[in-house]
């Protein structure tokens, strides 16, 4: 059984440079506008992965673009995160940091394991095969919790 879309997401992992960049591009791709989304690291010290802009590209997922920002940053540029209605946790350091932060609103936070490529295969393809698989678990998290 589908939830109800968020009317606001928040991704989040540790660099804001593969997974919740991702995370963002599939879910605008999957649901359009009908859901505010955004996405932020824990701290912004890379750019956007490769990688993570070939394998969205493969789906027609625009990710080159993607600016990194950190929890810290999005509240500099203008952005409560007591506005957003869920924030999505991707890595266990960007649990705890968005519970740290999100401990006097009332906004839900979850957890979902999805796998880090970074640093996984030896050639261009084997890492690409595991960028592939960290989009695909994002893709299905999605379709499973809000439907198609």
Sequence with gaps: MSQALPQSILFC??????????AEGIMKQ??????????????????????????????????????????????????????????VA????????ALDLTRFYHLSVEYWPIMDPTGLGDTRE????VYRQTRDQLIHQMKSKWGQ
């Design 90 to 97: 991707l890595s266990p350091a960007s649990q705890r940091r």
């Design 13 to 22: 992992c540790d660099h804001n440079a593969v997974r919740s960049p991702m």
């Design 126 to 129: 084997a890492k690409l095969s």
């Design 30 to 87: 999957l649901f359009g506008l009908s859901t505010y989304v955004q996405s932020v690291g824990v701290v912004n010290d890379l750019e956007i992965d490769g990688f993570a802009i070939a394998t969205c590209a493969e789906l027609g997922i625009e990710l080159s673009r993607h600016q990194s920002r950190s929890f810290d940053e999005l509240e500099e540029m203008g952005e409560a995160l007591s506005g957003f209605d869920l924030v």
